[in-house]
């Protein structure tokens, strides 16, 4: 089918920084991707199949859709009508400090975890679909704000807190690299590098690092790179800026993986979280 069946309308919420989507897609929707931001969402017409937590799972029209910070997932449409969803992007600290408020403390980081990935929870549905109508379409701070309040506290109900574990060395040197990565994000790091920081030979480090975080070290800091491409956007620095700050060889590259990841280009991205654009745009392939 042509590209231009396919739609993205994104808008972003300065005061609270959270982003809404609704969007259509046919066939291929988006490469495996993460966000910095809890995902909550819904499908509203078409299945909508996407990887996530190493499991394939199938949204159908009603459910209500949960992604904690840094899961990977993807995106596709197993039938020919494709799929329509809205999202709602909450940002780590907004949702922490509004779950702090409700004494139910700070379940927002990447330790919490939802109970399932999938709910057919329809109270939840609907006051996603609420809350996202109301950031959407620009209802005003009290319609916001209440809304969202709503959300959240049946939010609550879907949140769990992992439980503090001991991690083996293995696991530790794993966290050491991935720590390594963001500290020198920007730098062209290579896999000798990691395995003399890390004291492990490179194709055993690759091994390990995948069954530690689900994801190469490349498509890691791939992934990495990104999430800090968009919160830079956001704030209204060039693309071009963007590129050389997160790591991207140049602007282009850049623009080829964000595309891949969030279906728009770094500069329709930047002009949207601006306000400056509102008008859907033909999501690219």
């Not at 993205?8 to 989507?21: A, C, H, K, L, Y």
């Not at 993460?34 to 159908?60: A, K, M, P, Y």
């Not at 994801?215 to 491409?229: N, T």
């Not at 080829?256 to 601006?274: D, E, H, K, L, V």
Request: aromatic share 8%; net charge neutral.
């Amino acid at each position: 089918m042509p590209a231009n069946n396919d739609w993205v309308d994104f808008r972003r919420d300065d005061e609270t920084g959270i982003e809404s989507v609704n969007a259509h897609f046919r066939g291929h929707a988006y490469d495996p991707h993460d966000h910095d931001e809890l995902l909550v969402g819904v499908t509203q017409q078409g299945l909508q199949r996407f990887n996530c937590h190493r499991s394939l799972h199938t949204s159908t029209p009603g459910r209500a859709i949960l992604i904690e910070p840094g899961a990977v997932h993807d995106g596709h449409a197993p039938d020919a009508a494709g799929f329509t969803y809205v999202m709602l992007y909450l940002p780590q600290p907004w949702v922490a400090e509004m779950m702090q408020r409700r004494g139910l403390g700070d379940v927002s980081n990447i330790e919490g975890a939802f109970r399932h990935t999938l709910t057919d929870d329809a109270l939840l549905a609907s006051a996603i679909q609420q809350a996202w109508f109301a950031v959407h379409q620009g209802e005003g701070r009290l319609a916001r704000d209440q809304s969202l309040d709503h959300l959240l506290t049946l939010l609550a109900r879907h949140l769990d807190t992992k439980p503090s574990v001991q991690h083996s060395e293995a696991m530790r040197q794993m966290q050491l690299l991935r720590d390594y990565l963001h500290d020198f994000m920007a730098q062209d790091i290579g896999l000798d590098e990691l395995a003399r920081l890390s004291g492990i030979d490179r194709f055993r480090l690759t091994r390990q690092f995948k069954q530690a975080f689900g994801q190469s070290p490349h498509a890691y800091l791939v992934r990495l790179r990104l999430r800090s491409a968009r919160a830079l956007l956001a704030q209204g620095i060039e693309p071009v800026q963007v590129a050389t700050q997160v790591g991207f060889a140049d602007q282009s590259h850049l623009g080829r993986w964000f595309q891949r990841a969030y279906r728009m280009t770094p500069a329709s991205y930047q002009r949207q979280c601006t306000n400056v654009l509102y008008a859907s745009l033909p999501a690219l392939r």
